[in-house]
């Protein structure tokens, strides 16, 4: 059978025996976990289906080796391939630092629309963490992908544009700001925030989760965060109303959960001690850009660091989705092929389940679990396991595709 694109027609994936599917190998240890993860998601899809189904790999530049071999950081053929073939597998891309390039994963986030940046962080038994009950943390956190500060409206201190705005906010709006003040905009809509709670809501729904937690800042922030908690409970009356039941109401109103979602809200600053502290309270969790950031890495830090921890952008309306790692190109473990490629396998893993392969997803992820409990690790963990055995990363693909 031929390659051909996978499909998605009104948010249904349709995935040919042979899909093609772009990958940006990225930078720094980006090539090394990524074709790590590529041969595991391989060797897996052929034993999950015989052979009757394979994934025939499209590489696309972007970042270093873009510039290098056509002088772009981003070609338009690159995002033109990652909108078209609709499903793609990415390494981490370096921002390029100078010149007023801002960081490709946002540019790209931004030009597809992926709204949703979902990092579930679950711990792998075996794997060596700094809290005593790494077992009680399993969350997906949705996160707001396209605004907040990350929009990228700001102008930097003593700027002409600065100073416009700053003329402008004393003139009609009577506020004062220092001459020596950077200024950046913090936006957050209502279409942004409805289309993202909707998703994380029916992800919670469709995999039998327990409950959504909003966590926000609207107490200082009301026009942004609160809006974004105050929309996000009004979305879920309006859109999943007998499915759901507000914490608030189970407390004042005295209402059964009986098999509902329990939608929650906290405060960001809070929400780090109660992961912490908690961390069986929380499930789904929904979240403006910016606290999404930092709790994410907070949340991977838990089940054992961000080389562990994988993710996705994705547009549910288009189907567009693009798999990533977490964490980023590392630049100092570039070519020593020490990288944990973990991260990356289980961004695979995501992909496969996304376009319905879930034999093939579990076969990678009760084989990472193996290597794991086997105590065959790459170096970043074998530093913290006893009687461990330090592996690279190659060798760490290698004892996955091995444990199969
Ligand atoms: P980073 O690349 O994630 O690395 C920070 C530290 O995390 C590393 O020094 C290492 O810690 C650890 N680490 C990350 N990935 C690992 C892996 N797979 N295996 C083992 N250890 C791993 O963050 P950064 O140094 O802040 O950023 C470097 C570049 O990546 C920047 O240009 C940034 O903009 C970019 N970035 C890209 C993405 C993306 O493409 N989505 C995301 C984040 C950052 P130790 O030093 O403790 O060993």
């Given at each position: 059978?031929?390659?051909?694109p996978i499909?998605v027609f009104?948010?249904?994936?349709k995935?040919p025996?042979?899909?093609i599917?772009?990958?940006?190998l990225?930078?720094g240890?980006?090539?090394?976990?990524?074709?790590?993860a590529?041969?595991?998601?391989?060797?897996?899809v052929n034993?999950?289906?015989?052979g009757g189904r394979?994934?025939c790999?499209?590489e696309?530049?972007a970042g270093?080796?873009?510039?290098?071999?056509?002088?772009?950081?981003?070609?338009?053929?690159?995002?033109?391939a990652?909108?078209?073939?609709?499903v793609?597998?990415?390494?981490?891309?370096?921002?390029?630092?100078g010149?007023?390039?801002r960081?490709?994963?946002?540019?790209i986030?931004k030009?597809?629309d992926?709204?949703?940046?979902?990092?579930?962080?679950?711990?792998?038994?075996?794997?060596p963490?700094?809290?005593?009950?790494p077992e009680?943390?399993d969350?997906?956190?949705?996160?707001?992908?396209?605004?907040d500060?990350?929009a990228?409206?700001?102008?930097?201190?003593?700027?002409?544009e600065a100073?416009?705005?700053r003329r402008?906010?004393k003139?009609f709006?009577?506020v004062?700001?220092?001459?020596?003040?950077g200024?950046?905009l913090?936006?957050?809509?209502r279409?942004?925030?409805?289309?993202?709670?909707?998703?994380?809501?029916?992800y919670?729904?469709?995999?039998?989760?327990r409950?959504?937690?909003?966590?926000?800042?609207?107490?200082?922030m009301?026009?942004?965060e609160?809006?974004?908690?105050?929309?996000?409970?009004e979305?879920?009356?309006?859109?999943?109303?007998p499915?759901?039941?507000?914490?608030r109401d189970?407390?004042?109103?005295?209402?059964p959960?009986?098999?509902?979602?329990?939608?929650k809200?906290?405060?960001?600053d809070?929400?780090?001690?109660?992961i912490?502290?908690?961390?069986e309270?929380?499930d789904?969790?929904?979240t403006?850009?910016?606290n999404?950031?930092?709790?994410?890495d907070?949340c991977?830090?838990?089940?054992?660091?961000?080389?562990?921890?994988?993710?996705?952008?994705i547009?549910?309306e288009?189907?567009?989705a693009v798999?990533e790692p977490?964490?980023g190109?590392?630049p100092k473990?570039?070519?020593l092929d020490r990288?944990?490629p973990?991260?990356?396998?289980?961004s695979g893993?995501?992909?496969l389940?996304?376009?319905?392969w879930?034999?093939?997803?579990?076969?990678?992820?009760?084989?990472l679990?193996?290597?794991?409990?086997?105590?065959?690790v790459?170096v970043?963990l074998a530093r913290?396991m006893?009687?461990?055995?330090?592996?690279?990363c190659?060798?760490?693909?290698k004892?996955?595709?091995n444990?199969l």
């Open positions: 059978m031929d390659a051909a499909e009104e948010g249904e994936v995935t025996d042979r899909p599917i772009p990958v940006i990225g930078d240890i980006g090539p090394e976990v990524i074709s790590v590529r041969r595991v998601i391989d060797s897996a034993k999950a289906y015989g394979a994934i790999w499209k696309v530049l270093e080796s873009a510039f290098k071999a056509k002088g772009e950081w981003l070609p338009r053929e690159t995002l033109e990652l909108r078209d073939y609709k793609s597998l990415k390494g981490p891309l370096t921002t390029p630092v010149g007023g390039i960081s490709l994963n946002v540019t986030r030009k597809l992926l709204y949703a940046c979902i990092r579930p962080c679950k711990w792998i038994p075996g794997v963490t700094p809290v005593k009950r009680a943390l969350v997906v956190i949705f996160r707001e992908n396209t605004e500060v990350y990228g409206v700001e102008w930097a201190a003593g700027s002409e100073l416009k705005v402008f906010l003139e709006m009577g004062s700001i220092g001459e020596d003040a200024l950046g913090k936006v957050i809509s279409r942004a925030t409805e289309r993202l709670v909707r998703a994380a809501i029916k919670a729904i469709k995999n039998g989760r409950s959504v937690t909003v966590v926000h800042k609207g107490n200082i009301k026009y942004t609160g809006a974004f908690v105050k929309w996000a409970y979305l879920a009356e309006r859109e999943f109303g499915l759901i039941v507000a914490e189970l407390i004042d109103k005295n209402l959960a009986e098999g509902k979602i329990i939608l809200d906290r405060m960001a809070s929400m780090f001690q109660q912490l502290l908690k961390p309270e929380y789904v969790i929904v403006p850009n910016l999404g950031d930092y709790l994410s907070a991977a830090a838990q089940i054992g660091g961000i080389g562990l921890a994988p993710g996705a952008n547009n549910f288009t189907g567009v798999f977490t964490h190109s590392a473990y570039a070519g990288a944990n973990t991260a990356a396998i289980l893993v995501m992909m389940e996304y376009i319905g879930a034999n093939a997803a579990v076969l990678v992820r009760k084989a679990e193996r290597t794991i409990a086997q105590k065959k790459t970043d913290l006893d009687g461990s055995e330090a592996l690279t190659s060798e760490f693909g004892a996955v595709i444990n």
